[in-house]
């Protein structure tokens, strides 16, 4: 409620920290050039007008994709985002944290005792407080959706989780999901197959993701680790994610104790250096983050060319009986 958060050094009543609050430096970095056009038409008092007030608004506003309209549309998009406390649309006085504050300008102007504050309280909510609430609610309700199919049934357990989740999963007989880029051990940046639950789904990479020769060449740091790290090899990164490269990341998740392992379509081409699609980025399914991002992605190849794609689909068997799923 308003009262907690004002005992915790927020103070919600004049919209800080509910509403953005841009300065001179902000709103250079997000619009460059077009930041005086943004202060004098889109902004009054140091505040969005109404009208530029929610996401749906700005989008629209400038509809178009034009250079212009897409800095000013992304631009304000990313200043609606910065804040630290979104009011619950139902109960008035009641707010929530966002999602991954850190990165915010209104987090990082915090001071050092506001910022320990908002960490504390952001970590109670999402991983304490509704512990209770989420279990009662999923035991509420799964076990109906479950009773109504005879499929195994797979959670997408991922990213931030209450902890009673995982019980509560196992209680059901819910599959989890394991994906090495999203490891589920805290300090851990890569997860490792091998040790993954029997009861789970091992891949490479879901639909809101990159598949590997994309996140190859997303961060090359990472992928640097990820080269050293998990896969043990030394010496210099390969700048592409070559198809020795992508077989044996493959063969790493056939081989793990998990129940299934489903891999992209995408990372089973990617082993095949004639057969791969030549653009890694058009491989990619979805971008949560991206509204107009829509799912394009086609398999390049009819599968009547495929069934004739002897030497592939050899290599295909030959990995899958290897690893004992055949």
């Known amino acids: 409620s308003a009262d907690e958060l004002r005992g915790m050094g927020f103070d919600t009543q004049d919209g800080r920290y509910t509403t953005p609050a841009p300065d001179e430096h902000m709103l250079g970095e997000l619009f460059g050039d077009l930041a005086g056009e943004v202060r004098a038409t889109c902004m009054k008092e140091g505040r969005l007008l109404p009208a530029y007030a929610t996401q749906r608004k700005v989008a629209a506003r400038f509809p178009g994709d034009d250079e212009r309209q897409t800095r000013l549309r992304e631009g304000l998009m990313a200043l609606l985002d910065d804040v630290l406390f979104i009011e ?41 407080r509704h512990n209770r609430f989420w279990q009662e609610s999923a035991l509420r ?41 999203m490891p589920k051990t805290p300090g851990e940046l890569f997860a490792d ?7 789970s789904v091992c891949t ?24 050293h790290e998990a896969l043990g090899i030394g010496g210099d990164v390969p700048y592409f994610c070559e198809p020795w490269i992508c077989r044996r990341i493959l063969d790493m ?66 990995m899958i009986a290897c690893s004992g799923r055949r």
């Open 141 to 181: 309700k799964l076990p109906v959706l479950l009773s109504a199919t005879e499929m195994l049934t797979c959670g997408e357990d991922l990213g931030m989780i209450p902890d009673s989740v995982p019980e509560t999963m196992h209680e059901l007989q819910i599959l989890s999901l394991e994906i090495q880029r």
């Open 204 to 227: 490479t990479s879901t639909h809101d993701m990159n598949p590997l020769r994309a996140w190859w060449e997303e961060d090359r740091e990472l992928t640097a680790r990820f080269y």
């Open 88 to 128: 619950d649309p139902r109960r008035k006085g009641y707010f929530h944290p966002r999602i991954a504050p850190h990165s915010t300008h209104a987090y990082r102007r915090l001071d050092g005792e506001r910022r320990a504050a908002f960490d504390r309280l952001y970590t109670d909510f999402f991983y304490h």
């Open 253 to 318: 998740h056939l081989n793990s104790p998990a129940m299934l392992t489903i891999l992209p379509l995408q990372d089973w081409f990617s082993t095949d250096g004639e057969l791969r699609y030549p653009d890694p980025a058009k491989e990619r399914i979805n971008v949560p983050a991206v509204a107009r991002y829509y799912w394009r992605y086609r398999m390049h190849l009819p599968l009547e060319e495929l069934l004739h794609k002897e030497t592939f689909n050899e290599s295909l068997h030959d």
């Open 193 to 199: 197959p091998a040790h993954y639950p029997y009861f």
